[in-house]
């Protein structure tokens, strides 16, 4: 279906693809280099997964990650395939945990096959009402489904991209405009000499064409440098992707180069074509600054830079202000000083539920009885991760929920440490007693936002609540009510939660959560050995910091943040230079003029004020259309901001007075150069 098959070995069999017991395994290329050295002999060798014997039967090519998002349960790219057989148990209308990909047949349009999915959709609310009233299909692109969560800051960043190019064209039309202005001499010669405008456009195209070339060559390897910088700070998602530089992308850098080269090259080489030959011979080899067509060119180069430049900058000063935001939401549990980390034990060796309590509460016992240790518990989805269980539930004494309109609860299994390692106050009642946690009492504990949401004018401690998790559903009791959590992310409010006792839905696969009087990591290795004492065996992962899951929820913005914030940089720096280039060319144009204001008594501060003065005007206009583009453009921003308006006073006035300093800036350093001209080098200048 997605026409990628194994490059060794082979796929599965019909027979093996609906047999529930297969053994066969299909490696990853990436699993298959690192684990076993590239081993062409793997195929039909028998490997433990699970702590069972698994025949590798193929491996995959390298670079098939299939499809894994960030988000999933282990945030890993796939290192094994197994044959996914439903068995008459998972085709009973029990819960939603899986995606189906399917490939459209020949002709078949995305509207055709909404129309026949939501036919399907349709009929299975009339089958199972109960089940399926208030759920719909949902059918998308794969592509856009994979990239969903990415594309609105790329095409921010695209836009960025885009901004800093153009000010970079700006910048090197202007210093291609005052070099063609410099060279007037030279093209009147070659007109005098018969040379046709059609060819003197000609050549200065190709000059401009050739410094294209050299500038994106340089450009590549500075790129291929900063590959591995964007790599260690972009989120999971996009790193994943292994970023390199392709064929499309060097075809398409290339192309930018040259088309951008020879578009800078126009205004020079089309103005540079127009000298007036008399004057020019006339003037001889003096140098001239051109007319004043020439020098409101120039100006308006300048004014656009500032103008994009002031665009970039509030953008970046808005998800900047956005990620502090962010930074100061309480995610409802404190994340410093703990240590989490992932154990799944194998059913083979722990095959039945007591087994595997027993395992998970000898090893919270072990860990918390560590030196340096001050709590330590274990939790099947922790928070910030993004993943979870949740379902419907039927409080006791209330009419049953009516189709579709089901009260819903994630639901979590965990311990006591693990409260008190994240330290998630206890508001109301109680926490589970020891006999709770070890045998089945039918209790649970709910957070404030679900005893807000379904209890709003009574108390839910002693509640009876029938939650839908298990084969045979029991009425449960609420005994405490604890704070609520940022689950997803730290943009999500809190959900309507419920907490559960391991015996009552024995997980084989749980986090451990350490709260440590001191560096966390540096407690990792006790932790593992206390493990390894219990079940030599038991592997452990994802050994991470609480602090790390909560950055990781911000790894989308602050990645963003900081590129907008580089090329917001990159183009202040350019609008400053652009000023600056403008200022000089100027000054080293009206020396002459300057040496004559000076004979009649003019001072150095008047020189100073009169092109700063200059230098200010162009700023001042270019900050004013910035700021309008700025309000027009910055609202594409809105659903990238978080607490943040897309006009925000303090930001806009900041970027104002940045910009404005740095303007000022690069028309005073040429200023002050002009006003110690020696008056007899101004007077004999040209």
């Known amino acids: 279906m997605i026409g990628v098959g194994p490059f060794l070995g082979r796929a599965f069999t019909a027979e093996e693809s609906a047999d529930r017991k297969s053994s066969s395994v299909i490696l990853s290329y990436e699993l298959w280099q690192r684990r076993f050295g590239s081993d062409p002999s793997i195929i039909g060798r028998s490997i433990q997964l699970q702590g069972k014997p698994q025949t590798v039967i193929g491996v995959m090519p390298a670079g098939a990650r299939l499809f894994l998002k960030a988000g999933s349960l282990v945030d890993k790219p796939v290192d094994f395939w ?24 020949p002709g078949v ?25 208030g759920w719909s299909i949902k059918l998308a692109p794969l592509r856009e489904e994979l990239s969903n969560e990415l ?13 800093v190019l153009l000010i970079a064209c700006a910048n090197v039309a202007n210093l291609l405009l005052a070099r063609g202005a410099a060279r007037r001499h030279e093209m009147a010669i070659r007109t005098a000499l018969g040379a046709t405008r059609a060819q003197i456009v000609k050549q200065l195209l190709i000059e401009s064409l050739a410094l294209g070339i050299v500038g994106g060559l340089f450009s590549l390897l500075v790129a291929q440098w900063s590959l591995a910088l964007l790599e260690a700070l972009s989120p999971v998602d996009l790193a994943a992707g292994h970023l390199s530089l392709s064929g499309p992308v060097l075809a398409f850098t290339g192309a930018i180069s040259i088309l951008t080269a020879m578009a800078c090259g126009l205004a020079s080489a089309f103005e540079g074509s127009r000298a007036d030959v008399t004057q020019a011979l006339a003037q001889g080899g003096r140098q001239i600054g051109g007319g004043l067509q020439h020098r409101r060119l120039r100006h308006a180069f300048v004014i ?61 016992a072990r860990v918390a009885a560590l030196p340096g240790v001050q709590a330590a518990g274990t939790v099947s989805y922790l928070p910030m991760v993004g993943l979870g269980a949740a379902t419907s539930f039927n409080i006791e004494g209330q009419p049953p929920n ?23 106050p206890l508001l109301r009642g109680r926490l589970f007693t020891e006999q709770e946690m070890q045998q089945k009492r039918n209790v649970v504990i709910i957070n404030e936002a679900l005893a807000r949401q379904y209890f709003p004018d009574q108390d839910p401690i002693g509640q009876r609540v029938t939650i ?27 959900r309507p939660a419920s907490f559960w006792p391991h015996p009552q839905l024995a997980y084989n696969l749980m986090t451990l959560t350490v709260r440590t009087a001191g560096d966390p990591l540096g407690s990792a290795q006790a932790i593992e050995a206390q493990i390894h004492a219990l079940d030599k065996d038991q592997p452990v992962s994802d050994v991470r910091t609480m602090e790390h899951w909560v950055a ?7 990645f963003s943040s900081l590129l907008l914030l580089a090329f917001a940089g990159l183009a202040l720096l350019l609008a400053a230079v652009g000023i600056y280039g403008v200022m000089s060319y100027a000054v080293s144009q009206r020396t002459s003029e300057i040496g004559v204001r000076l004979a009649v008594g003019a001072e150095g501060k008047d020189i100073v004020r009169l092109i700063v003065g200059n230098g200010a005007r162009l700023a001042g206009i270019g900050l004013v259309l910035g700021l309008i583009l700025a309000v027009g453009l910055t609202r594409t921003l809105t659903s990238l901001l978080f607490q943040t308006m897309a006009v925000d006073p303090l930001t806009y006035l900041f970027v104002t007075a940045v910009l404005g300093s740095v303007a000022l800036l690069a028309s005073y350093v040429p200023a002050r150069r002009a006003s110690k001209i020696p008056l007899v080098q101004a007077l004999r200048y040209q």
Not at 402 to 424: H, M, S
């Open 151 to 163: 594309r609105p800051a790329l095409f921010l960043l695209s836009g960025a991209v885009a901004f």
């Open 109 to 133: 349009t995305m509207e055709t096959a909404r129309t026949e999915m939501n036919a399907i959709s349709s009929s299975l609310v009339t089958e199972l009402p109960t089940f399926d009233t």
């Open 402 to 424: 009516a189709p579709g309109q089901d009260k819903t609860t994630a639901v979590t299994v965990c311990e006591n440490g693990f409260f008190q390692a994240l330290k998630i």
């Open 82 to 105: 197994w044959p996914f057989v439903l068995g008459p148990e998972q085709r009973q209308p029990m819960g939603r945990y899986l995606s189906v990909i399917g490939r459209l047949k």
């Open 468 to 494: 839908d998790m298990s084969d045979q559903n029991v009425p449960t009791e609420i005994i405490g009510i604890v704070g609520d959590t940022r689950a997803a992310d730290l943009i999500t409010p809190a």
């Open 552 to 558: 990781r929820s911000l790894a989308q913005t602050r």
């Open 304 to 364: 656009a830079e500032i103008a994009l430049a002031v665009v970039l900058l509030v953008g970046a000063g808005l998800m900047l202000r956005s990620f502090a935001s962010m930074r100061q939401v309480d995610p409802g549990f404190d994340p410093a000083n703990v240590l989490t980390m992932r154990m799944q034990v194998p059913r083979a060796k722990y095959p039945d539920d007591p087994a595997r309590i027993r395992f998970f509460h000898e090893v919270t």
